[in-house]
């Protein structure tokens, strides 16, 4: 993969696909390219048995439902909706770690929900996921570069000085010193825990990167610099991302795309600059309207 100064990405593999022109949010000209779909969402349900139901008459919780997304190389989905509108649940699909009730997951354009051993094990390693809270995602038991070694143990990559390598590497890539490898979860901060969930989602080189409401557990003073530093990484390493929030300001500028969800379904899709000026949904005005005004990350 090559970037160049002008900001053209090249893909070692040469997916690249140049797209039109777009303005983004600054009236600037920027010339967007991304790639083919990594994951491709069709029909995805999520339904659940809900426990408040009887036997004979169960009542179901549509967590999903109905949900066709393109996640690809290079682009940045915002996805946003209240609290329970199914975020989670659609992030945990995604990434693979939970199979729908209905609909198909497509990975590079074949079923993900076939048995398949190989393809699974190709998912795994291209498609990664950082969670809310850094402080249960991580094992406290476990040293940080043996929590960044462990996927690269697991999917048998390098030998013994090339991971230690890599793990130099993935911690300059998050901005941590080299001494933090020894550390503890606990002996650091709460935005250092969060840089090394990131590095560890980006241990296995993956394409695409689901982010889930990753600076809500946050303090608000270091926020704003886990989110550059995500928005640094899908440019840097030519990512797909998907960002998720409940706050859609929050969102705003780091997403090429903005899906806006509520009850299981996606209904508003659009540039950012779309969704924020000409919202076509009562649901997207109550979020930007219940939105603080100032940028609130
Ligand atoms: N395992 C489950 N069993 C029953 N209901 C569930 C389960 N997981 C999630 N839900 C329900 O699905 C809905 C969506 O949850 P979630 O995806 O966590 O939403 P969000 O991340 O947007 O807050 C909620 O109503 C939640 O209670
Ligand atoms: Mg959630």
Known sequence: MTTDRAGSVRAADGSVREQENLLNTTGRAAVRRVGDPIVELKGVQVYHRARTGGIFKPNIVKAVDGVDLQVRRGETIGLVGESGCGKSTLASVIV????????????????????????????????????????????????????????????????K????????????????????????????????????????????????????????????????????????????LYLGMVFISHDIQTVRYVSDRICVMNKGK????????????????????????????????
């Open 96 to 159: 693979g770690l939970q199979k729908p009730t209905g609909g198909d997951v497509l990975f590079k354009g074949k079923s993900a929900l076939k048995r398949n051993a190989a393809l699974r094990k190709d998912f795994g390693s291209d498609v990664s996921i950082i969670f809310q809270d850094p402080a249960t995602a991580l094992n406290p038991r476990m040293t940080v570069q043996d929590i960044l070694k462990d996927p690269l143990d697991v999917h048998g990559i390098g030998n």
């Open 161 to 236: 000085s090339g991971r230690d390598r890599r793990v130099r590497d993935l911690l300059g890539l998050v901005g941590l010193p080299v001494s933090a490898a020894d550390a503890l979860p606990s002996q650091i901060s709460g935005g250092q825990r969060q840089r090394v969930a990131i590095a560890r989602a980006l241990a296995l080189e993956p394409k695409i990167i689901v982010a889930d409401e990753p600076t809500s557990a946050l303090d608000v003073s270091v926020r704003a610099q886990v989110l550059n530093l995500l928005s640094d990484l899908k440019e840097e």
């Open 266 to 297: 996606i209904v508003e899709e659009g540039t950012a600059a779309q969704v924020f000026d000409t919202p076509s949904q009562d649901y997207t005005r109550t979020l930007l309207g219940a939105a603080p005004t100032l940028l609130h990350v």
